[in-house]
């Protein structure tokens, strides 16, 4: 059974900083895509950043430049550094799987999500 889990959100003032990770087992994600998606209260959530097995990555316009999005295959795991956070970026982030290779920006693409971490950031 596959299962994603989320670590690193928290509270953290405007322009500071947090690394967000997100822990996969239970089945083979080498050549998955991996992404992350957010949502903020009472918005859809969204899409943020996606990484291919071969590392290719895609962002959304908004966190462009910000945000740095990384997976260690052997550990089945991947990241998000997000940098010069602001307070629209409060959300709760999604760690997303896809079985197929290539990424996409869309939810319905994922196959496997995890619970959400909370991200706050504060003016």
């Known amino acids: 059974q596959v299962q994603l889990v989320e670590s690193g959100g928290g509270l953290v003032q405007a322009g500071g900083s947090l690394r967000l990770s997100c822990a996969a087992s239970g089945g083979t994600f080498r050549t998955a895509a991996m992404g992350w998606f957010r949502q903020a209260p009472g918005k859809e959530r969204e899409f943020v950043a996606a990484?291919?097995?071969?590392?290719?990555?895609y962002y959304a316009d908004s966190v462009k430049g910000r945000f740095t999005i990384s997976r260690d295959n052997a550990k089945n795991s991947m990241f998000l550094q997000m940098n010069s956070l602001k307070p629209e970026d409060t959300a709760v982030y999604y760690c997303a799987v896809r079985r197929a290779i290539g990424a996409t920006i869309y939810q319905s693409d994922y196959d496997y999500w995890g619970q959400g971490t909370q991200v706050t950031v504060s003016s």
């Open positions: 990484i291919e097995w071969n590392r290719r990555t």
